[in-house]
């Protein structure tokens, strides 16, 4: 059974910090999401990462793969307070038709 | 203008109450499911349609029913319902096929049985 797990589950940061959170995989799959959730609200998609070494950037925040290590990672540079929210990362198995979620890291960035 | 809209956005409700959750998708995408959100914001999905037909059915009691009565809409229909139901149910879709199945999210629907 594919196993999603994120780490840290909570991350407290001052703004214009730089921080990284982690997503590791138990199978094999080269097809990774990452959404962010503000409290009360849906999710949203952020990033959508189909092979391996692939890297997506936007604006403050930058996604990439290694599926080989089965490990994606969401860096942060110099954080400002509205990428508050808690992120998301999701992966799914080809003919799986479902995708599977991580706990999520809720970021707090504080002023 | 909304892609994945589900309603209500609320459902207060009593134990052993049957209460009905609404999902449409106007994306024009060939799959939905049901995720559900815990307490401590773990989402797992439910239920998943391809087309009309269930694909996916992930141990969930057979108190919850969805009906999918075209590949716009699924619905989904909860009999007795137990305080331990209470969560936030999101709706999505998707395309399938093309490598990818990027999940699009209604805003979800947060039910709280007492």
């Known amino acids: 059974e594919l196993k999603v797990e994120q780490n840290p589950l909570f991350l407290s940061m001052q703004e214009g910090k730089n921080y990284t959170i982690y997503c590791n995989y138990s199978?094999?799959?080269?097809?990774l999401y990452w959404y962010r959730q503000d409290p009360g609200k849906s999710l949203e998609s952020l990033f959508v990462?189909?092979?391996?070494?692939a890297v997506k950037q936007e604006g403050r925040l930058m996604a990439s793969l290694d599926t080989k290590a089965r490990l994606s990672t969401l860096h942060i540079t110099a954080a400002v307070h509205d990428l508050s929210a808690t992120y998301f990362c999701?992966?799914?198995?080809?003919?799986?038709?479902?995708?599977?979620f991580g706990q999520g890291t809720r970021l707090t960035i504080n002023p | 203008d909304t892609a994945v809209s589900q309603t209500p956005k609320y459902l207060v409700t009593q134990m052993g109450n049957d209460k009905s959750i609404k999902c449409e998708q106007n994306?024009?995408?060939?799959?939905m499911y049901w995720y559900k959100q815990d307490s401590k914001k773990f989402l797992k999905i439910m239920f998943s349609?391809?087309?009309?037909?269930?694909?996916i059915n992930e141990t969930v009691p057979n108190r919850f029913s969805p009906k999918s009565p075209d590949k716009a809409h699924l619905n989904l229909h909860i009999n007795s319902l137990e305080l331990g139901d209470s969560a936030v149910y999101f709706c999505?879709?998707?395309?399938?096929?093309?490598?990818?199945?990027?999940?699009?999210f209604g805003q979800g629907t947060r039910l709280t049985v007492v």
């Open positions: 999701a992966v799914d198995i080809e003919g799986a038709q479902k995708l599977v």
């Open positions: 994306l024009g995408h060939d799959t």
């Open positions: 199978t094999t799959s080269d097809r």
């Open positions: 999505a879709s998707s395309v399938l096929g093309g490598g990818r199945t990027e999940a699009f």
């Open positions: 349609y391809n087309n009309k037909e269930l694909i």
């Open positions: 990462l189909l092979s391996n070494g």
